[in-house]
């Protein structure tokens, strides 16, 4: 038998009162894939990703982590579990500076007794530049480690987006979900951070879940796509069968008259 | 200045203090005043009424004082703890009315209560110290530890998730912060501060009464934090020094001195959105030392090679 999918979404439904922004959708994503979700605007991909990051309560249906359900779901306990996540109109922490976004990613490692830490002990002060070290090769990973002292707001767009996935990845996540990561990017940009996104999933030796409109880019990246519209999913498999299924091109296009 | 003085700007900015540390967070919670009344009545019943604390007639031991300090913010941190939870699940003004509400149920339970004097408070309340002088010492060291303590608490683990729930709570918790948890930490922490500031203010005072821990209070006590900057611990410090001097410093204008405090509250805000002191202005400050430092050093640097010069044949 085989193991559990690391996640599994099984009947998801969302409504928020008259709209159903899910509809009784189900996938699972395998450990080590890139899996893809694609959709027209609304079609309820950020909403599948909140329910899935326990920041929407779904009406029905259930997420389970490993083939087990998630008991009282909380952001926090979901990402000590192992999902991280960014968002696709980013949340920095913006009057912190760069270094410090990504070490309150780090949070969960980085627990001392107060009173050690208020002394500031040599543990404590060891165990804080490890942090800090941590923290700069997460940046250099994504090509900040120059800023590392900037204010986050002061960061152009694309920066903050890398910046988004240093935090994310300081939490080290099993499971990634990437809202919309290319947004904004022009197509040389988006190329680079298809290969960061390979590059990270092999180093970290992740799963990827990720939302994008660049339907080329997604079809190059990932190992399997879904396709939602109007809250029902209603293609999943290899880009090569999710391209070919008429009622992804239907969605797309149009039906042929 | 009068030490008496200098002891009430003390007191304000331990009060600034308290108000500041669930605001550090992001909380807006106007119940310091709440905490510090529980702390001077605590600390004005147990040493009027309690033998072993009331010492012998008008002078009680300093180690009685510490005591009811400890006693006072156990008091009102475990209140804290108990109501935080539930109060804490409110955001933005909904807090800041709940904590406006607890303020007021306690100010009447001290007006009411059969053994807290009604409004007239309890009365001579044994002195500690034999001058304000000793007050101004003990208030003078008692700021430096909770100012230390608040200063390294923002470079901590605890300090940097309160920063980070007060820029935005949603991706805090998305990285892994509990932050139900670290909000009330934070609130307790502060009920800890306001409830032994009581009581040492109620010994300082000599009498305590309900109208001391009121929604004026409140108010005075937010204005602290407001004009003197909520990013960093030395904004409410310098805040609650400033804006209790100014009334007794205002006295010699007469009848206009409440406009004029009125004034520099609402002009504070206007001119210094962010509060006097920001950790940009810190940083600012810190840099021209240290500019200023290698100047001096510089200027060492040369003088020395001059002597080194002067001495060689």
Not at chain 1, 28 to 53: C, M, Y
Not at chain 1, 151 to 174: D, F, I, N, W
Not at chain 2, 99 to 105: K, Q, W
């Amino acid at each position: 038998m085989s193991a559990p999918p690391l996640l599994a979404v099984e009947g998801l439904s969302c409504r928020f009162g008259g709209l159903l922004a899910l509809n009784n959708v189900s996938l699972a994503v395998q450990e080590g894939e890139i899996f893809g979700l694609i959709g027209p605007n609304g079609a309820g991909k950020t909403t599948l990703f909140n329910a899935i990051s326990a920041l929407t309560t779904p009406s029905s249906g259930q997420v389970l982590w490993r083939g087990q359900p998630i008991r009282h779901p909380r952001p926090d306990r979901l990402s000590r579990l192992g999902l991280a996540r960014t968002f696709q109109n980013l949340r920095l922490f913006d009057s912190l500076s760069v270094r410090d976004n990504v070490l309150v990613g780090l949070h969960r490692f980085a627990a001392s007794p107060l009173a050690a830490g208020l002394l500031g002990t040599a543990g404590v002060r060891r165990r804080q530049r490890q942090l800090e070290q941590r923290a700069l090769e997460l940046l250099a990973l994504v090509g900040l480690e120059d800023g590392a002292d900037l204010a986050a707001a002061s960061l152009p767009y694309g920066e903050r987006r890398r910046l988004e996935l240093a935090r994310a990845l300081a939490t080290e996540p099993r499971l990634l979900l990437l809202d919309e990561p290319a947004a904004g990017m022009n197509p040389a940009e988006k190329n680079d951070l298809c290969e960061l996104i390979r590059a990270i999933r092999d180093r970290f030796d992740l799963t990827v879940m990720i939302i994008e409109h660049h339907v080329p880019l997604m079809m190059r990246l990932c190992d399997r796509l879904a396709v939602l519209n109007f809250g029902e999913r209603i293609a999943l498999g290899t880009p090569e069968v999710v391209r070919h299924d008429p009622k992804v091109i239907e969605a797309y296009l149009g039906s042929p008259r | 200045m009068d030490a008496g003085l200098l002891v009430q700007m003390l007191i304000g900015a331990l009060l600034g203090l308290s108000v500041y540390l669930p605001l550090y967070c992001g909380q807006l919670s106007l119940a310091t005043p709440g905490f510090f009344a529980i702390g001077g009545t605590v600390a004005a019943l147990l040493s009027t009424r309690v033998p072993a604390f009331a010492g012998t007639g008008a002078t009680s031991p300093l180690p009685a004082l510490l005591l009811e300090m400890a006693l006072a913010g156990l008091l009102a941190g475990l209140l804290a703890l108990a109501i935080g939870g539930t109060v804490l699940r409110l955001r933005g003004i909904y807090l800041a009315i709940a904590t406006i509400a607890l303020v007021e149920i306690l100010r009447v339970f001290n007006l009411n209560l059969p053994f807290t004097g009604g409004a007239l408070g309890i009365f001579g309340i044994p002195q500690p110290f034999d001058s304000t002088t000793g007050y101004a010492g003990f208030s003078l060291a008692l700021l430096a530890v909770v100012c230390w303590l608040c200063a390294r608490l923002e470079q901590l683990r605890l300090g940097r998730a309160m920063a980070a729930i007060r820029d935005d709570e949603l991706a805090a918790a998305s990285v892994g912060i509990d932050t139900a948890r670290v909000k009330l930490t934070a609130f307790v922490l502060s009920a800890l501060l306001a409830g032994l500031t009581g009581a040492l203010a109620a010994h300082f005072l000599n009498s305590w009464n309900a109208k001391l821990g009121s929604f004026d209070a409140s108010i005075t006590t937010l204005a602290f934090v407001v004009f003197g900057g909520s990013r960093t611990w030395l904004g409410p410090v310098i805040g609650g020094l400033a804006l209790t001097a100014l009334p007794e410093l205002l006295r010699p204008v007469g009848d206009l001195r409440l406009i004029v405090f009125g004034l520099v509250i609402l002009l504070g805000p206007v001119l210094f959105p962010q509060g006097l002191i920001t950790p940009q202005l810190l940083q600012r400050l810190g840099h021209g030392c240290s500019v200023v430092g290698q100047g001096f050093s510089g200027a060492g640097r040369r003088l020395r090679g001059r002597l080194s010069g002067v001495r060689r044949p």
